[in-house]
């Protein structure tokens, strides 16, 4: 069995550093190979992307566009009437991603002059095949119940939405080899009013959509939260799991930090069961990120792997 692949989460980590670039560098100094980032969108990809390659890293993850964050927005997938902007969202994505977050060498040596206009970009750019390695995948984010509705009442009108996004995104996706991720939030803490809360609803709506290049994203404190029951909850749904990211619960803190989940257990877990795409890092750092990192380190050091500074 493969030790387990950990990537950074940058809209996380190293808060003692401002902008991506030097987080980016942090997270490769401190030994991680890959990052990830919820939304990149402030800065130019190609900017992100120079600063992954001279730390190390490769950008494994990041989410669609959230919407309009004053208006309480958190991701338009399976909001009603938000579909043109999901998918406007999703193309902005992965011109991100065509522009630089996977790496930005292309083999027909074609140019993509600033970001330009989405409906004009180039269609079905040919990449190395390091390139397309480089597993990036993109969450597309279900949204929020509107506010005032009953979620009962609304839920099947939002999961024909999403249904019909889904199936949109699947197709943009397949013609640049992407894979969308979709991601349960826990509505007990984080987000009340979150359409897509646990691994069996999540699992349905992939069901119904039947497209191998969507797959799910295994956050283990949201899930821990909704459901508990994670070594079943593991075992059943990990052939279709395409990310994993883990915090402890209910502090949301380092693995190692107090709390409900043993985070050995679940390493030698997931292990076990094969998994072999990447664990990323969504926490809050009790303190400084680096300082935080001795549970990572006892893991490398556990599989023999030689940590930074070492």
């Not at 180039?122 to 597993?135: K, Q």
Request: proline share 7%.
């Amino acid at each position: 069995m493969a030790p387990l692949r950990f990537s950074a989460n940058l809209s996380w980590l190293f808060p003692e550093l401002s902008g991506f670039p030097a987080r980016l560098r942090a997270a490769g100094s401190s030994g991680f190979e890959a990052a990830e980032i919820g939304w990149p969108y402030a800065e130019p990809p190609e900017a992100l992307a120079r600063a992954a390659r001279e730390a190390g890293l490769r950008v494994v993850l990041i989410n669609t566009p959230p919407g309009d964050r004053e208006k309480g927005e958190n991701g338009l997938g399976a909001v009603p009437g938000r579909q043109a902007a999901f998918r406007e969202g999703l193309e902005q994505a992965v011109l991100d991603v065509e522009l630089g977050l996977r790496g930005g060498c292309l083999l027909d040596q074609r140019s993509i002059a600033g970001r330009g206009a989405v409906a004009t970009r180039p269609r079905g750019l040919v990449y190395s095949a390091a390139i397309m390695r480089l597993e990036v995948k993109i969450h597309l984010m279900a949204g929020r119940v509107p506010k005032g509705a009953d979620r009962a009442a609304v839920r099947g009108e939002m999961e024909i939405v999403f249904l019909e996004n889904l199936r949109h995104a699947a197709e943009v996706l397949a013609q640049e080899n992407l894979v969308g991720l979709l991601e349960p939030i826990n509505t007990r803490i984080t987000d009340p009013r979150y359409f897509l809360d646990t691994p069996q609803q999540a699992a349905a709506i992939l069901q119904k959509v039947g497209r191998p290049n969507l797959q799910l994203q295994m956050d283990l404190f949201h899930w821990q939260i909704m459901d508990g029951n994670l070594t079943g909850n593991v075992r059943e749904f990990l052939p279709i799991v395409g990310h994993v990211q883990v915090a402890q619960v209910p502090g949301r803190g380092e693995p190692d930090s107090p709390g409900e989940l043993s985070f050995s257990y679940l390493f030698q877990l997931l292990e076990d069961e094969g998994y072999t795409g990447f664990v990323g890092c969504e926490y809050q750092p009790r303190g400084d990120t680096a300082e935080g990192l001795s549970w990572l380190h006892s893991y490398w050091e556990m599989r023999g792997r030689p940590h930074a500074g070492q």
